[in-house]
Structures are given as structure tokens and as C-alpha cells.
């Protein structure tokens, strides 16, 4: 591809809703601009953007692709990102590295939920935006009832520079309502004006002219003194508002039909800043003092990597955006983050699956780099000499999580080094060991997300794994104090074992775990021993008398007991304690204790009722309600075991539009009936398990 300079780039990222055309959108703008020959189609898996086989299964995207396309002079680097929630995380990635933004809306389906969280997430990186209405050749298709939505769910004034000919079946192409020139077709061919539109567009272009002229001192002076506004002066004053963020320009057409996508390409270069336009900063990692970075290809080196694909026959793929210099291929660059030098080999700028080799990528431009070892998403690169970190990428927590088990032997050999780089690729997948089960928890951003996470695992790796509910970490404990005696007396042929020791349990504060005390005097159990007791409790208190869960939050004190000069030893001991600690545990009123949880739940003031009932249900205490930006926010504390699938039935509630965090709070009791269900069915596992 053609080099270009900074001012002639333009990092533009495609949002939306699961479902409304981003990826059609893409594909359509790579075929206007001569980029591909035929134009794919999402239905028959055959986009440049899906490329990825679970992608083509399921009919939607999964992972960000960057699609570069060349247009009057221009390069555009548009980044088409998934609309399905499960994989914000590529989406967070992508908006980091954007300068803008389109926001496709589905004239049928109006605004919905992925709509609002991916605008959300454009506002935190205070991107530039417009919207394009696709699918206006939808049955229910309303370009009039979506730009109301727009206008109603988003505070933003959103300003349209086109107006729809048609509808459904009818719909055949847009009047520009600054050139006042009506485009018709997929070439997008010149055509009159419909005598029944032409009122509707003048009132709407002298709303535009009046919305345009407002950001320019000049362009007000000029309207205000009844002087008209070139085509030019109007164009120049929608771009001052887009790149100060006080408009958002409304355009639509047909993504699938290729009708009125060229016009949104040249919106992109007339109203979308540059990358020299979007300043950025950096920290320096010596003196701590954050510096503005110019967009300058002659500046010291400075990029961020925004994305890492786990490839079984290339390795590790690294995608990257340059702000500041060059980044050469066989060449070396030093990350400030892991402090290791890594070695660039052969650079890349990738249209989706593609990989075109390059010598070097500049200021402003997207690349990608094989194999390096010590970088991973959210790193810095730059130069040596000249330390920088770029802020990070800031990726939301998960909220769903599964117990993953390898399904062969062979599988267990790989799953260890295949689930590592599958979580370098994906940072909202996290998978740990919970010390308390010893269970392997894969935990994600929904059912979806892990269900995908396995098939890749299968795919790239050969690794097969099975997921199930993780077990709860129940834990026991005890109510009052109990005293009991442990006597281990066996006699052979040769040398006996003989232990006695006299316990007493005492309850302790939750939280407080095991603590062991030594009352003994004049040496009924000889100092010897006195560890080995201490050792014995530590290795039978993991199996309480309940249902085998450990025992947790109480006090162990030797008080008494007695030895024999021959027969006594330590692994007798050992075994006396575990005797004593069963006996006293028994008659200390033994109860079962739970993980609870404090959750915090945002959702539309509509659900709330149903979120409250649901919440009662759960034997959830709500502790605290709020307003945050039009939603409600709901604090409560519920047990882990009635939340594990929580993620998936927000979701069922609250059509989508629910959020929550979650997090471990403390251990309390669990209510008898629960508790002795518990039991039941932990004691019924372990027979079968037997």
C-alpha cells in the first residue's frame, strides 16, 4: 500500500449492536474503494472481516479486524469490532487505539442495548463520532423514528447531513443536504431531487447550515448577518463541531444493498480528525512526569499494543498503533513495561486474515509484529533512550465463570501452555486455581465468551476441555466450646503406637481461621510431641464432620493427656489429634459457613422492581440504592451459590441493558434448610465418587 503521512490517515472504529451491518458496513467500503473485488457476504461467511472459523459458524464477529482501505488520497484503518457484549473486551481494545468513531444503528431495531454500551464506551476515550442508519431497505425500516430514538436515549445533538429517499423495498438512495444533490443507486449515481422531498430537505439543511455555523465565530457572523454559507463554509463548520464533540452527524443508507457507503467514506475525511489532531500523552517512567507525544514520524519512537492473537503456525501476532516515530522492521524496540529489549522482526499492516509484509510503520498507522516474547496487550513500546508508557487499556471484569477440567490425558499435558496464550490474546479471560476447591476456574464475560474460549482451544491447540458450575468453597465451623478426649492405642507383635491427648475447641471471630494452644503442664504429653499434635489438627482439619469441608475460625488447645516411655511416638500422636479434633468438633455444635458476595447491579430505572423480586429470591440483602447517569444502582450482599449464573439471567431481565461487578465479601452461616440440602447432596458425590 501506498505510504501515507500523517495527516492523510484517518483510525476509525465501527460500533454497534450485535446484528445492524458493521461488518456489511466494512465490507462494502473496502469494496467501493477497489480493496476487494467481491463483495462478501456475513450469511455465506465470506467477509474479509470474519475470518475467524467460529466467526463464520455463528454468523457474527468475535475479534477485532482491521480492514485499511484507500480513498481519494487517504488511507482509512477501520477497525469493525464485535457488537456481541461477551466481547467488549476487543471492542475496548479497538477504541483505545481509534480516532473516531461510526456508530451503526439498524433503521428496523432502532437503538438498543449494544448501542448504548459501545457509545458509552467512545465517550471514555472522548472519540469523535457520527452515526450511519444502515438497513434503511428493511421491512419497518424508519430513519425519522430512529433519529428520535438517537436523540431521546443519547445527550449529544445530533445533526442530519442527509435525508433518506424511500424505505423498504422503495428505499434506492439519499439526498445530500449540503450539496442538495440527490445520489441513487449502489454507484451512487447524480439524480434530481423528488419534488415530495425537496421541502422536507430545505427545512432540514437550514437546521444544518444554522447547527454548523454555531462552533465557527466567522461562519455565525456570516449567518447571522443573513449572508449564505458555501457549500465549503458548511462543511467546514460541521467538521469544527464533529472534532470538538458538540454535533453528531446522522447519515444512512443500505450496507448490504451498497447504497450511500461511498458518502460515508468521505465523511470520514472530512469531518474525522487525523491522528495529528488527537494529542497524546505518556508517562515517563524514570522521572514520573507525563509529557504530550506530537504525531511526528521524525519524534522518538512511541506505540501501543492494542490487541495479541494467539496463532498456532505463527505464533504470537502483535497488533499495534504507532504515535510517535517509526517502528522498522529487523530492528529493536524497548518496553518499559516488562523492561526487556524485544527484537522487530518482519512488520505487517493486516487487512483482516491478510498480511501485507512492510518496511516500517509510521506516525498514526496500525501494524502488526510475529512473535515477540515480552509484550503483551496494554504494553508500551518506544525507544530505549527515551523511556515512554502510553496509558493502558482498561478492561472490564468478569462476570462469568466455569470450571474447566482437560477431557484426556493427553489434553491435561497441553491445557497448561495452551490456556496462556490463549488468555496473552484475550485479557477479560482469566483462568486461576481456586485454592479453596482445587478446581481450574475459567472465568470470562459470559457463557458465550468461554463456550468460544473451549472451541479455540480445541481449534488452535488440539486441547479439548469440559466445563461445568464451579463447586462452592463451603467451609465449617463451630458455635460453643467443646472438650473431648483422643486415644490412639494399637498393639502388635513388636513395638505398639500409643498417643493420648485431651482437646478443647473454642469458637473464634469469623475470619480468624485456625489458631492452636498449649495448656499442658508437668509433662503428661512430652514437649516432643506437642508439635506433631499441632500437625495432626492442621492435616485433619481440611475434612470437617459436616460434609468434609474445612473447618475454619476456631481455637485447638491441648490441656492434657498422657504417653508411654516405649510405644509413644509422633505419627501417634498425629493420629490421637485427629481422633480428639473429631470427638470435640461433634459436640461443638458444628454449622456450615458460605462465600457472600458484594455485588454491585446497574440497570434502566424500568427493571428495577424486577431486579429487587429477582434479588429477594437469591436470599440477597440489599444494602444501598442510587442514581448514576439515568440508571439505578443497586448494592446488596447475596451467596455466591445462588449468583453463579447471575451474568446470564441479568442479561434474560433486563434485555441486555443490566450490568454488574461482583466480589468476595466474607464467610456467614448458612441457613439450616440450605445447609442440610448441602450436606445431603456433598455427601451423596462423595459415594459416587467412592
Known amino acids: 500500500?501506498?505510504?501515507?503521512?500523517?495527516?492523510?490517515?484517518?483510525?476509525?472504529?465501527?460500533?454497534?449492536?450485535?446484528?445492524?451491518?458493521?461488518?456489511?458496513?466494512?465490507?462494502?467500503?473496502?469494496?467501493?474503494?477497489?480493496?476487494?473485488?467481491?463483495?462478501?457476504?456475513?450469511?455465506?461467511?465470506?467477509?474479509?472481516?470474519?475470518?475467524?472459523?467460529?466467526?463464520?459458524?455463528?454468523?457474527?464477529?468475535?475479534?477485532?479486524?482491521?480492514?485499511?482501505?484507500?480513498?481519494?488520497?487517504?488511507?482509512?484503518?477501520?477497525?469493525?469490532?464485535?457488537?456481541?457484549?461477551?466481547?467488549?473486551?476487543?471492542v475496548a481494545g479497538a477504541?483505545?487505539?481509534?480516532?473516531?468513531?461510526?456508530?451503526?444503528?439498524?433503521?428496523?431495531?432502532?437503538?438498543?442495548?449494544?448501542?448504548?454500551?459501545?457509545?458509552?464506551?467512545?465517550?471514555?476515550?472522548?472519540?469523535?463520532?457520527?452515526?450511519?442508519i444502515n438497513k434503511m431497505d428493511r421491512d419497518n425500516a424508519s430513519f425519522a423514528r430512529t433519529l428520535e430514538q438517537l436523540r431521546d436515549k443519547f445527550d449529544a445533538r445530533f445533526v442530519p447531513l442527509q435525508l433518506p429517499i424511500g424505505s423498504h423495498e422503495s428505499f434506492r438512495g439519499v439526498?445530500?443536504?449540503?450539496?442538495?444533490?440527490?445520489?441513487?443507486?449502489?454507484?451512487?449515481?447524480?439524480a434530481e431531487i423528488p419534488e415530495d422531498l425537496r421541502d422536507q430537505a430545505e427545512v432540514m439543511r437550514e437546521e444544518l447550515i444554522e447547527n454548523s455555523a454555531e462552533g465557527d465565530d466567522e461562519l455565525l457572523m456570516k449567518y447571522l448577518d443573513g449572508e449564505s454559507l458555501t457549500e465549503e463554509d458548511v462543511r467546514r463548520g460541521v467538521a469544527a463541531g464533529v472534532r470538538a464533540g458538540r454535533i453528531v452527524p446522522v447519515l444512512c443508507g443500505s450496507a448490504t444493498g451498497n447504497i450511500a457507503v461511498l458518502p460515508a467514506l468521505q465523511a470520514v475525511i472530512d469531518y474525522f480528525p487525523s491522528p495529528a489532531e488527537r494529542v497524546a500523552k505518556a508517562t515517563n517512567p524514570v522521572t514520573e512526569a507525563e509529557e504530550e507525544i506530537p504525531a511526528d514520524r521524525s519524534g522518538p519512537l512511541v506505540a501501543l499494543v492494542y490487541k495479541t492473537l494467539a496463532d498456532p503456525f505463527v505464533g504470537k501476532l502483535t497488533?499495534?498503533?504507532?504515535?510517535?516515530?517509526?517502528?522498522?522492521?529487523?530492528?529493536?524496540?524497548?518496553?518499559?513495561?516488562?523492561?526487556?529489549?524485544?527484537r522487530i522482526g518482519q512488520l505487517y499492516l493486516l487487512r483482516g486474515k491478510e498480511q501485507m509484509p512492510?518496511?516500517?510503520?509510521?506516525?498514526?498507522?496500525?501494524?502488526?509484529?510475529a512473535k515477540l516474547t515480552e509484550?503483551?496487550?496494554?504494553?508500551?513500546?518506544?525507544?530505549?533512550?527515551?523511556?515512554?508508557?502510553?496509558p493502558g487499556i482498561v478492561f472490564p471484569s468478569p462476570v462469568f465463570s466455569a470450571c474447566i477440567e482437560p477431557k484426556t490425558k493427553a489434553d491435561l499435558d497441553k491445557m497448561g501452555s495452551a490456556l496462556k496464550r490463549l488468555t496473552e490474546e484475550d485479557p477479560t479471560l482469566r483462568v486461576g486455581r481456586n485454592a479453596d476447591t482445587g478446581e481450574m476456574i475459567m472465568s470470562g464475560m459470559g457463557e458465550s465468551h468461554i463456550d468460544i474460549a473451549a472451541k479455540r482451544l480445541h481449534e488452535k491447540f488440539g486441547v479439548e476441555i469440559v466445563s461445568r458450575i464451579p463447586t462452592v468453597a463451603y467451609k465449617e465451623t463451630i458455635t460453643k466450646v467443646a472438650s473431648a478426649q483422643g486415644r490412639h492405642k494399637k498393639q502388635t507383635g513388636g513395638r505398639g503406637q500409643f498417643g493420648d491427648v485431651f482437646l478443647r475447641l473454642e469458637p473464634l471471630e469469623r475470619g480468624s481461621g485456625f489458631e492452636f494452644?498449649?495448656?499442658?503442664?508437668?509433662?503428661?504429653?512430652?514437649?516432643?510431641?506437642?508439635?506433631?499434635?499441632?500437625?495432626?489438627?492442621?492435616?485433619?482439619i481440611g475434612d470437617g464432620v459436616l460434609a468434609g469441608f474445612p473447618t475454619v475460625d476456631f481455637r485447638a488447645v491441648l490441656y492434657d493427656g498422657s504417653y508411654h516411655s516405649v510405644d509413644s511416638s509422633e505419627i501417634a500422636f498425629k493420629l490421637a489429634a485427629r481422633l480428639g479434633f473429631?470427638?470435640?468438633?461433634?459436640?461443638?455444635?458444628?454449622?456450615?459457613?458460605?462465600?457472600?458476595?458484594?455485588?454491585?447491579?446497574?440497570?434502566?430505572?424500568?427493571?428495577?422492581?424486577?431486579?429487587?423480586?429477582?434479588?429477594?429470591t437469591r436470599r440477597a440483602r440489599v444494602q444501598g440504592m442510587d442514581q448514576a447517569r439515568g440508571n439505578c444502582v443497586v448494592t446488596a450482599q447475596a451467596p455466591l451459590a445462588e449468583m453463579q449464573r447471575y451474568a446470564t439471567d441479568l442479561r434474560a431481565m433486563t434485555q441486555g441493558r443490566g450490568l454488574y461487578e461482583m466480589e468476595f465479601s466474607h464467610y456467614e452461616q448458612v441457613p439450616s434448610h440450605v445447609a442440610e440440602k448441602v450436606i445431603e447432596d456433598t455427601r451423596k458425590k462423595k459415594e459416587e465418587e467412592k
Open 358 to 369: 512492510v518496511d516500517s510503520v509510521h506516525t498514526g498507522d496500525l501494524g502488526a509484529v
Open 95 to 132: 477504541t483505545r487505539v481509534a480516532d473516531s468513531a461510526i456508530v451503526v444503528v439498524c433503521a428496523a431495531s432502532g437503538v438498543e442495548v449494544g448501542t448504548e454500551l459501545m457509545w458509552s464506551l467512545a465517550d471514555e476515550q472522548e472519540l469523535p463520532r457520527l452515526v450511519f
Open 582 to 616: 473429631r470427638a470435640a468438633a461433634a459436640e461443638a455444635g458444628p454449622v456450615l459457613l458460605e462465600p457472600v458476595m458484594s455485588v454491585k447491579i446497574t440497570v434502566p430505572e424500568q427493571f428495577m422492581g424486577d431486579i429487587l423480586g429477582d434479588l429477594n
Open 1 to 90: 500500500m501506498k505510504d501515507y503521512g500523517v495527516d492523510k490517515l484517518r483510525n476509525v472504529v465501527l460500533l454497534a449492536h450485535s446484528g445492524t451491518g458493521k461488518t456489511s458496513l466494512s465490507e462494502a467500503m473496502l469494496f467501493d474503494t477497489g480493496s476487494i473485488s467481491r463483495l462478501g457476504r456475513v450469511e455465506d461467511g465470506t467477509t474479509t472481516s470474519d475470518y475467524d472459523p467460529e466467526e463464520q459458524r455463528r454468523g457474527m464477529s468475535v475479534n477485532t479486524a482491521v480492514l485499511p482501505c484507500e480513498w481519494r488520497d487517504h488511507r482509512i484503518n477501520v477497525l469493525d469490532t464485535p457488537g456481541y457484549m461477551d466481547f467488549v473486551g476487543e
Open 175 to 190: 439526498i445530500d443536504l449540503i450539496a442538495m444533490k440527490a445520489y441513487v443507486g449502489d454507484k451512487g449515481e447524480e
Open 319 to 342: 497488533y499495534f498503533r504507532v504515535y510517535s516515530g517509526s517502528l522498522e522492521s529487523d530492528s529493536r524496540a524497548y518496553n518499559p513495561v516488562s523492561r526487556e529489549t524485544e
Open 375 to 390: 509484550t503483551k496487550t496494554g504494553d508500551s513500546l518506544c525507544d530505549k533512550g527515551a523511556p515512554l508508557v502510553l
Open 517 to 540: 494452644g498449649n495448656e499442658v503442664f508437668g509433662g503428661s504429653v512430652p514437649r516432643q510431641y506437642i508439635p506433631a499434635v499441632e500437625k495432626g489438627l492442621n492435616e485433619c
